[in-house]
């Protein structure tokens, strides 16, 4: 089925440091999601954007954070600087147009950030 | 504000066995989207089953569940649970007017020869 690819599998990096995480989207998707997972909780929703916009964000998505996806290129997530509290396995999702909030989600393996 | 609750945080069961993981859920939304996720050791969470019709069973590869508005619930169960099926289970809720999905804490269902 439909794939979400994300850069790196596994990041490490001093706090303060700047840290882009990278995402594939499945290739017609038009919505495009992160999620955050500290170990041993559930997954947490931070950010949706369509149409070269932030259409939702929840308050886990820091001024800190930033997410873009130039044309034709990554979806990304910016932490500018990091934290010890972002240290967290981060999701990757798409979905289609068709059925807006209804459509299935697709994620993506994962990005395993730690912040030392 | 929206929550989703899975009482079970693992179920170890035998081959063969019926399987049956809760999800209740909170909103004050008269139409929420409800989703079964299942994620594989070492794989992405990937849809099982989404429902937003209240009293329609809604099944998929062997799993189904039904949406009930009026006890707010949406539980996942199989007939006879195989091998195969071990996995983390994620029940997850849409409220109307979003595109977040909010996710209960997960049932790591490990199913024993």
Partial sequence: GPKVLQIPSHQIIDMGQMVTLNCDPVSNHLYFYWYKQILGQQMEFLVNFYNGKVMEKSKLFKDQFSVERPDGSYFTLKIQPTALEDSAVYFCASSSLQGQFYAEQFFGPGTRLTVL | ?113
């Fill in chain 2, 1 to 113: 504000g929206d929550s989703v609750t899975q009482t079970e945080g693992l179920v170890t069961l035998t081959e063969g066995l019926p399987v049956m993981l809760n999800c209740t859920y909170q909103t004050i939304y008269s139409n929420p989207f409800l989703f079964w996720y299942v994620q594989h050791l070492n794989e992405s969470p990937r849809l099982l089953l989404k429902s937003f019709t209240d009293n329609k069973r809604t099944e998929h590869q062997g799993f189904h569940a039904t949406l009930h508005k009026s006890s707010s619930s949406f539980h996942l169960q199989k007939s006879s649970a195989q091998l195969s099926d071990s996995a983390l289970y994620y029940c997850a809720l849409i409220s109307s007017g979003s595109w977040q999905l909010i996710f209960g804490s997960g049932t790591q269902l490990t199913v024993m020869p």
